[in-house]
Antibody, heavy 123, light 110 residues
Framework: QLQLQESGPGLVKPSETLSLTCTVS?????????WGWIRQPPGKGLEWIGS???????YYKPSLKSRVTISVDTSKNQFSLKLSDVTAADTAVYFC????????????????WGQGTLVTVSS | EIVLTQSPGTLSLSPGESATLSCRAS???????LAWYQQKPGQAPRLLIH???RRATGIPDRFSGSGSGTDFTLTISRLEPEDFAVYYC???????????FGPGTKVDFK
């Protein structure tokens, strides 16, 4: 059974870079899937941050694009998120998730999620 | 960019009743790329419905989705105690690739 697990520091200082890793177990990061990051500020809704294909091609939410880098290491079954120059507004639970690639047409939903990890931005 | 609006913000119901949740898009979208998720406190979202009306694997048939164009609906018939949660609709726009979530509807106990 596929499992995704987020890991990384729970506290980041303002203006620094938030770094998280998602480890995928029970399945491979093959060409059949995209991998994404979604966040949720405390008590608020969900916000997609960006996604990556196993080959390394990425796409990001336009309003975050200048600060976001998502990378993949298929040899370790991991993908990572870096968000630079963070502020208190970046405080959120960060989820990693999987999306199928789709053969005939794109698949537009996330079918497996990690449990999420809370990252607080504070000095 | 598509904006999703969900209504009502909160729905207060009792077990056994039916829930009707609305998701409205700011412009017409393909039903293929409209999904619904359930989220309980402290948990990750769980996929319920994709392509507007297709239940995800393992989702009970009391959950149903419908709609097209700008108006989509999630219906939960015969609410079970475990159905009290927050529900989000989500759209995927593939040119450019972009995921948008609605603000959510909370279904709580009356």
């Amino acid at each position: 059974q596929l499992q995704l697990q987020e890991s990384g520091p729970g506290l980041v200082k303002p203006s620094e870079t938030l770094s998280l890793t998602c480890t995928v177990s029970g399945g491979s990061m093959s060409d059949s899937y995209y991998w994404g990051w979604i966040r949720q500020p405390p008590g608020k809704g969900l916000e997609w941050i960006g996604s990556i294909y196993y080959s390394g091609s990425t796409y990001y939410k336009p309003s975050l694009k200048s600060r976001v880098t998502i990378s993949v290491d298929t040899s370790k079954n991991q993908f990572s998120l870096k968000l630079s120059d963070v502020t208190a507004a970046d405080t959120a639970v960060y989820f990693c998730a999987r999306r199928e690639r789709g053969i005939v047409a794109p698949i537009g939903y996330f079918d497996s999620w990690g449990q999420g990890t809370l990252v607080t931005v504070s000095s | 960019e598509i904006v999703l609006t969900q209504s009502p913000g909160t729905l207060s119901l009792s077990p056994g009743e039916s829930a009707t949740l609305s998701c409205r898009a700011s412009e017409s979208v393909s039903y293929t790329y409209l999904a619904w998720y359930q989220q309980k406190p402290g948990q990750a979202p769980r996929l319920l419905i994709h392509a507007a009306s297709r239940r995800a694997t393992g989702i009970p048939d009391r959950f149903s989705g419908s709609g097209s164009g700008t108006d989509f609906t999630l219906t939960i018939s015969r609410l079970e105690p475990e159905d009290f949660a927050v529900y989000y609709c989500q759209h995927y726009g593939h040119s450019p690739p972009l995921f948008t979530f609605g603000p959510g509807t909370k279904v709580d106990f009356k």
